[in-house]
């Protein structure tokens, strides 16, 4: 049933479109990993356990703390699935991105330099495991429970809140990959560094900033700003006030905060792709 | 009977010589090892600030004041290093996935004691860039409180080195899984997340509900990092700290019996395509 040789005409008048040629190799990646069934749900199986003890690991906590920086375990629920919901949906477009140090050793990166497309582009859409929606689907359950749960008075502005919240955290995630790409060019020694700002970022954006001391609030608030990915956002649907000199109305400021991130990314990319020497191959 | 003695007596040294050479392999990574530092600090900073609070709200819980669970955290995050869990060794698993292990067969050395004698040098050696400096930084920042008397550190130091040798054999044991299945990614992922949470990485495994409690005691995980971490900064000490350390060992001869079995069933299954 493996279509190889006979395209649809619709998908040929597809791939002459700007983003055409991404589409195709995007569709065939899909389609490949859906070939090797027992492969896929062996994958599929770990990567939601993975998702399941990641949640096990906030509600024990919160299982014995009961009220943790101002949430009960109810709250706890709403701030794991937004943050992890964008973290599973960004990894699932850049988390291969990890992969570069290994490109560059070998000397793969050059293949991707010769392409007449831009680098980043190709990398992200090099590689696009399924495995993953594995995880965002576990993080989704997770918030749709929250959201039941709580008290939220809904309207149109909360809806609102919710979707611009997930698609500007999965932004805002994404681009955090890209900024740990932009500085694999430097560290291929040192590339576990990046993980405290990709990892490291998502596991902040799980627990309530309020409980961080000062130099780590500026930190996750501002410049790296993983609080707006769930943290302001929970604060604003449940109606709770936040830290002090950290207003409700900040929730709605996540598209700045990935924009910021963008920034970061856009720099770091294009001060490591400027930096990168072939490693020969 | 002489021969067997002289055999072993060679063979110690040699284990000795590939001990060092992991210690000495690793030392050459300056810039990985401050990397690895440096990511353990911020995850150090972010779990202990949550469990600060978590303290500071209910009071303290199972046991653990401000200063006991600042020296849990930053213990745990000093010995993530040597235990090999976050960057699950994949240069054997490559090994038997292409079939070269079929090579180390051949040498004069057991494959699982090689192997393992390079991965003590190895985390032996990473606890002095990450170790020591992440327990500085863990007690200037957020003031834990560590034992005063030598007998925790004697002891520590020896449930440091059961820990290495439990994480080092059960992921040889993992990795063997490679003989009958092609990829095994998806198996060291689950090892790597399942493992660090019931090790008691992200919270005591003091604090786990009765039923979670009993599924991670059933498994060698705490004995890499719960227990270390447990009798070095004396929350266990006597016959209590004795008492963990026997645990130890009993995992330790358990996943070493798991990793010699499969090896050996690997073994009979390999088969080396032409080349």
């Known amino acids: 049933m493996v279509e190889t040789t006979v395209r649809p005409p619709e998908r040929r008048a597809a791939a002459n479109s700007r983003f055409g040629p991404y589409a195709a190799v995007l569709r065939s990646r899909i389609r490949a990993q859906r070939v090797y069934r027992l492969s896929f749900a062996s994958d599929a199986a770990g990567a939601t356990m993975v998702g399941l003890v990641e949640f096990a690991e906030v509600w024990v906590l919160f299982n014995q703390a009961k009220v943790l920086g101002g949430l009960d375990l109810d709250a706890a629920l709403l701030l794991f699935g937004l943050s992890n919901l964008a973290f599973a949906l960004a990894q699932l477009m850049c988390g291969h991105l990890d992969k570069l140090p290994g490109l560059i050793r070998l000397g793969m990166l050059d293949i991707y330099h010769l392409r007449p497309q831009p680098v980043l582009l190709q990398l992200i859409t090099s590689d696009f495991s399924l495995r993953r929606l594995a995880r965002a689907t576990v993080a989704l359950v997770v918030l749709v429970t929250g959201l039941v749960r709580n008290d939220i008075g809904w309207s149109v502005h909360t809806v609102g809140l919710i979707v611009l919240t997930v698609v500007c955290a999965t932004v805002l995630f994404a681009g955090l990959f890209v900024v740990a790409a932009g500085c694999q060019f430097f560290l291929i020694d040192g590339a576990e560094l990046t993980n405290s700002f990709t990892y490291g970022g998502s596991f902040a954006a799980t627990q309530p900033a309020s409980v961080f001391p000062t130099p780590l609030k500026l930190l996750f608030c501002l410049a790296i700003p993983v609080a707006f990915t769930a943290y302001f956002p929970t604060l604003a649907l449940l109606g709770l006030p936040g830290p002090a000199g950290f207003p409700s109305w900040l929730a709605w400021w996540s598209p700045m905060a990935a924009a910021w991130v963008w920034v970061l990314a856009w720099g770091m990319w294009r001060f490591g792709t400027r930096h990168y020497q072939s490693g020969g191959g | ?275």
Request: with cysteine; aromatic share 10%.
């Open chain 2, 1 to 275: 009977m002489p021969a067997t003695v002289l055999d072993l007596r060679g063979t110690a040294g040699v284990y000795r010589r590939l001990l060092v050479a992991g210690f000495r392999r690793q030392w050459h990574y300056k810039l990985a090892m401050f990397a690895g530092l440096f990511t353990n600090c911020v995850f150090g900073f972010v779990r202990a600030s949550v469990m600060v609070a978590a303290i500071g709200a209910t009071g303290g819980f199972a046991g653990y004041d401000a200063g006991s669970i600042g020296a849990y955290v930053w213990i745990s995050q000093g010995l993530l290093g040597a235990m090999q869990f976050m960057a699950a060794e994949i240069e054997l698993a490559e090994r038997v996935r292409t079939g070269d292990i079929a090579i180390d067969f051949l040498r004069p050395v057991d494959v699982q004691l090689g192997n393992l004698a390079a991965d003590l040098g190895r985390a032996l050696c990473t606890l002095i860039p990450r170790g020591i400096p992440s327990l500085l930084i863990g007690s200037l920042t957020f003031g834990l409180v560590l034992p005063t008397a030598p007998g925790p550190y004697l002891l520590g130091a020896l449930s440091i080195l059961l820990a290495a040798a439990i994480s080092y054999l059960s992921l040889f044991a993992l990795t063997m899984i490679g003989f009958w299945v092609v990829e095994t990614r998806g198996f060291r992922s689950l090892y790597q997340t399942a493992g660090t949470f019931l090790a008691g990485l992200f919270v005591p495994v003091h604090i786990f509900p009765d039923w979670l409690r009993a599924i991670a005691e059933s498994t060698p995980f705490p004995s890499m990092l719960q227990v270390p971490v447990d009798v070095l900064s004396g929350r266990a000490t006597g016959w209590d700290a004795a008492a963990l350390v026997g645990t130890q060992i009993f995992w330790l001869l358990v996943v070493g019996a798991l990793g010699r079995v499969m090896l050996a069933a690997g073994r009979r299954k390999l088969e080396v395509q032409g080349g």
